[in-house]
């Protein structure tokens, strides 16, 4: 079954600190990748997705994410965060079955 | 506006009495699911529904129906709520074109 991993349960910044969120999948035909946010109380939101081309895709807000197919990654950067990206990150897989995989999330916390 | 709606957003029940969380989109879009979250284990699709009167099972079905009579609704339905369902629900529909899932606000369920 396909499963999709992000290592880094809570991740703690300072604002302007660089970011890197992990995110690993597990399938080995076409995917369609995904990062959703989720602010504090709030519903979630699409920062970026890659459907194919650039493997370099920039989203809303300044994040950008990067596909690497050999390592089934999709990591999630931001060079300089600020206290507003305070939320939860989900990183989401559709491999074409009718399913949206997504990770368990990864909450930031960015102290001002 | 093009929306995904839910009601109620917060809901305390008890034990065994039935409840239905409501789902509506304005999108005229095919697909719809529902996801539950939880802490530590992100979201999983509980149902999904391909269009009207087509419905399927997703990761954890158990203890839920669902039904697609019309393409903007697809009610989630809990005959006999357990305490284990206690838990934040999400409503999406998804873009074919797009192939991006656009999630309601989340109802917020108690069972005691």
């Known amino acids: 079954a396909q499963s999709v991993s992000q290592h880094n349960h809570h991740v703690i910044l300072s604002e302007a600190a660089s970011l890197e969120l992990g995110c690993n999948y597990s399938?080995?035909?076409?995917?369609?990748l995904f990062w959703y946010v989720q602010y504090p109380g709030q519903h979630l939101q699409l920062l970026l997705k890659?459907?194919?081309?650039?493997?370099l895709v920039k989203g809303i807000k300044g994040f950008e994410a990067e596909f690497i197919k050999s390592k089934f990654s999709f990591n999630l950067r931001k060079p300089s965060v600020q206290w507003s990206d305070t939320a939860e990150y989900f990183c989401?897989?559709?491999?074409?079955?009718?399913?949206?995989?997504f990770g368990t999330g990864t909450r930031l916390l960015v102290s001002p | 506006e093009a929306q995904v709606t839910q009601n109620p957003r917060y809901l305390i029940t008890v034990t065994g009495k039935k409840l239905t969380v409501t789902c509506s989109q304005n999108?005229?879009?095919?697909?719809m699911s529902w996801y539950r979250q939880d802490p530590g284990l992100g979201l999983r699709q509980i149902y999904y529904?391909?269009?009207?009167?087509?419905?399927d099972k997703g990761d954890v079905p158990e203890g839920y129906k669902v039904s697609r009579k019309e393409k903007r609704n697809f009610p989630l339905i809990l005959e006999s709520p357990s305490p284990n369902q206690t838990s934040l629900y999400f409503c999406?529909?998804?873009?074919?074109?797009?192939?991006?899932?656009?999630f309601g606000p989340g109802t917020r369920l108690t069972v005691l």
């Open positions: 999406a529909s998804r873009s074919e074109v797009r192939d991006t899932q656009y």
């Open positions: 399938y080995g035909g076409t995917v369609n």
């Open positions: 890659y459907f194919s081309g650039d493997p």
């Open positions: 989401a897989v559709n491999t074409g079955f009718q399913k949206l995989v």
């Open positions: 999108m005229n879009h095919e697909y």
């Open positions: 529904s391909m269009n009207v009167e087509v419905t």
